[in-house]
Each structure stands twice: as structure tokens, then as C-alpha cells.
């Protein structure tokens, strides 16, 4: 099972991570290595460094198509990243995972000037997700132990669509990976 989930990540972000990313002008691969480079600049443990490169996986691993946004849907890919993910990982890696869209309404619902800040694909799946949280959802939401963490990978998110950055290919992070799996 290490092996396989080292490897798939590895053909995944390399492969079907060449789909773009939404409207955004970067795709699948860059915006993955991006977050989890500002995870790793920031001093992040390995559990956020990785939830950072595969937070987006669930895009990855779904047949909706490259942009099922535009057609309205709701791929709700926190939730399948999530669940491919906790046969895999332990709940430091998974649930910043699960929790990131959420992380997003959270932020609108919290700072005043946070949705100014989102890319055109983000205010898009925005409305779809739930819009900004109510102050019953926030309170709601400060109570889940992960919350912290999901906030920051949430933050590394929106900073990880820099067209024409470089980056460490994503075998950097085969080590973090592999730490993480065998923690
Ligand atoms: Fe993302």
C-alpha cells in the first residue's frame, strides 16, 4: 500500500494533474506543487505539507470532467479527496483535506475583505458550496479539531495560482509523503 499510494500520487498529480484548474491559469500539477511549497516555506509539518499537495486530489480522481463548475456541479472533491485519502493517511493529512472548501466559506463568513482575495474560480464554486458560513456554521466550525490546519492549507490555496512559477517537482515530496504514511 505505501508503494501504490507513493506512486499514485506521484502519476497523478503528474499526469491528470496537467488539466487545468478551473478558470485559473495554472493547472492541476502547478497549483498542487505550489501549495505545497508556501506549506513548506511556512514551516508546516509533514501532515500539512502533504495535505497541501494533494488537497485537490478529489479533482483528480472523479470523472466529472475538467470543469464540472461550469455546468454547475459540485464535484464536492474535499469529500472524495477525503475519503481516498484516510485508507491511506491518518486524520493530520485527511482532514484539512475534507475540511478546505469549508475553510473557504469560513474565511468569507470571518474577514471582512477575504472574498475580494478569491480567483474568479473560487467565487464561482463559492455560491455552489454554500456561500459565506452564518455565525451558527462558524461557531460550528471552530469546533472541529482540524480547523486550524484546514484554515492555512485554505490560505496556501488561494496563493498557489502564480502562472510561470518554479517549483521542486512533486518527487520532493516523496520523502514527506512517505513520513507521514509511515507515522
Ligand atoms: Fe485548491
Same mark, same amino acid.
Given at each position: 500500500?505505501?508503494?501504490?499510494?507513493?506512486?499514485?500520487?506521484?502519476?497523478?498529480?503528474?499526469?491528470?494533474?496537467?488539466?487545468?484548474?478551473?478558470?485559473?491559469?495554472?493547472?492541476?500539477?502547478?497549483?498542487?506543487?505550489?501549495?505545497?511549497?508556501?506549506?513548506?516555506?511556512?514551516?508546516?509539518?509533514?501532515?500539512?505539507?502533504?495535505?497541501?499537495?494533494?488537497?485537490?486530489?478529489?479533482?483528480?480522481?472523479?470523472?466529472?470532467?475538467?470543469?464540472?463548475?461550469?455546468?454547475?456541479?459540485?464535484?464536492?472533491?474535499?469529500?472524495?479527496?477525503?475519503?481516498?485519502?484516510?485508507?491511506?493517511?491518518?486524520?493530520?493529512?485527511?482532514?484539512?483535506?475534507?475540511?478546505?472548501? !469549508? /475553510?473557504?466559506?469560513? #474565511?468569507?463568513?470571518? &474577514? $471582512?475583505?477575504?472574498?475580494? +482575495?478569491?480567483?474568479?474560480? %473560487?467565487?464561482?464554486?463559492?455560491?455552489?458550496?454554500?456561500?459565506?458560513?452564518?455565525?451558527?456554521?462558524? !461557531? /460550528?466550525?471552530?469546533? #472541529?479539531?482540524?480547523? &486550524? $490546519?484546514?484554515?492555512?492549507? +485554505?490560505?496556501?490555496?488561494? %496563493?498557489?495560482?502564480?502562472?510561470?512559477?518554479?517549483?521542486?517537482?512533486?518527487?520532493?515530496?516523496?520523502?514527506?509523503?512517505?513520513?507521514? #504514511?509511515?507515522?
Amino acid at each position: 500500500m505505501e508503494h501504490d499510494t507513493v506512486d499514485t500520487i506521484v502519476d497523478l498529480i503528474g499526469g491528470k494533474g496537467q488539466r487545468q484548474y478551473g478558470l485559473s491559469s495554472v493547472n492541476q500539477r502547478a497549483h498542487a506543487l505550489q501549495a505545497a511549497l508556501l506549506a513548506e516555506q511556512a514551516g508546516c509539518d509533514d501532515a500539512l505539507i502533504v495535505a497541501a499537495l494533494v488537497h485537490d486530489i478529489g479533482h483528480m480522481v472523479h470523472d466529472l470532467g475538467e470543469d464540472p463548475a461550469a455546468d454547475g456541479i459540485d464535484d464536492r472533491h474535499e469529500e472524495l479527496g477525503a475519503v481516498w485519502l484516510e485508507n491511506r493517511f491518518g486524520p493530520a493529512v485527511t482532514e484539512p483535506v475534507r475540511l478546505h472548501v !469549508a /475553510a473557504k466559506r469560513y #474565511l468569507c463568513g470571518t &474577514e $471582512a475583505d477575504y472574498f475580494g +482575495r478569491l480567483s474568479p474560480d %473560487s467565487v464561482r464554486s463559492l455560491a455552489l458550496q454554500g456561500g459565506p458560513m452564518s455565525p451558527a456554521e462558524i !461557531a /460550528a466550525f471552530e469546533a #472541529l479539531p482540524h480547523h &486550524e $490546519a484546514a484554515v492555512k492549507l +485554505r490560505r496556501f490555496d488561494e %496563493s498557489a495560482k502564480v502562472k510561470g512559477l518554479a517549483t521542486p517537482d512533486v518527487e520532493h515530496y516523496v520523502p514527506h509523503i512517505q513520513r507521514c #504514511l509511515g507515522a
